[in-house]
């Protein structure tokens, strides 16, 4: 934006020239003067309109790429949740993940209360019988993660790669504990995906604050920091979720 007000701002001094030149100076060195000066505008105003035109292919190529990334994020992300079901913990890398992806089966529970008799209390009221509720967990059958999260897709053996941007650029995955809860987070920095793109258009990127933007320099998913596992994108982005 400071670029394009400095080229308006020199584009009206120019033409301000143009007009004392037309004032103030003989007749006979004008039309040169004026060529050069009309000439000049020219040329700013054509910088002008590029500067202008290259944002706005910038941000219809950086969406077209967010969505991607943001698929992939998705796809990373349910299929830990799946890992956590079945192991209690996030993978901490991807050989890990996909294996269990290629194998794993998730089971399906039903939770039920029933009356049991409570012992303890049984005796403390002399031998009355006392009951007390309890939920079992009954396992009624398992569901494969391949089938259910990428339904006939192989696309999981390379959930590891950005796939757009930086070639050969991978993800990068972190898991732990915080608290003793389970956490995990997945991510890539917004210049890895928008690498063949102007170095002061990916910065102005990494400076965004919006509600209908991805904020900061990175796209991810999932957090070290916090108990969470959703993305830092908004719902525009996608339609998987």
Known sequence: MKVIIAIVLIIALTIGIVWA?????????????????????FVLGYMTFNSVYDEIKFNQLKVERYKVVIDR?????????????????????????????????VPITQRRDTLVLDEERTKLFG????????????????????????????????MMNVGVGKEGAKFTLKAGKLDEFPVFEVSVDKAVVL????PYLIEKENQVVSVDGVNGPTLKVGSMEEVFTKGNWPKSYTNKE
Request: hydrophobic share 40%.
């Open 21 to 41: 030149i037309d004032k103030f100076v003989p007749k006979k060195i004008k039309p040169f003067i004026n060529l050069i000066l009309w000439a000049l505008i």
């Open 73 to 105: 994020l998705i796809d990373v992300r349910d299929s830990q949740l799946a890992y956590k079901d079945v192991n209690g913990e996030f993978a901490g890398d991807f050989d890990k993940l996909i294996k269990f992806v290629e194998n794993g089966k």
């Open 127 to 158: 031998g009355v019988e006392t009951m007390k509720t309890i939920t079992l967990i009954d396992t009624l059958s398992f569901y494969s993660v391949k089938d259910s999260i990428f339904k006939g897709s192989d696309r999981y053996k390379t």
């Open 195 to 198: 690498d063949d793109q102007e």
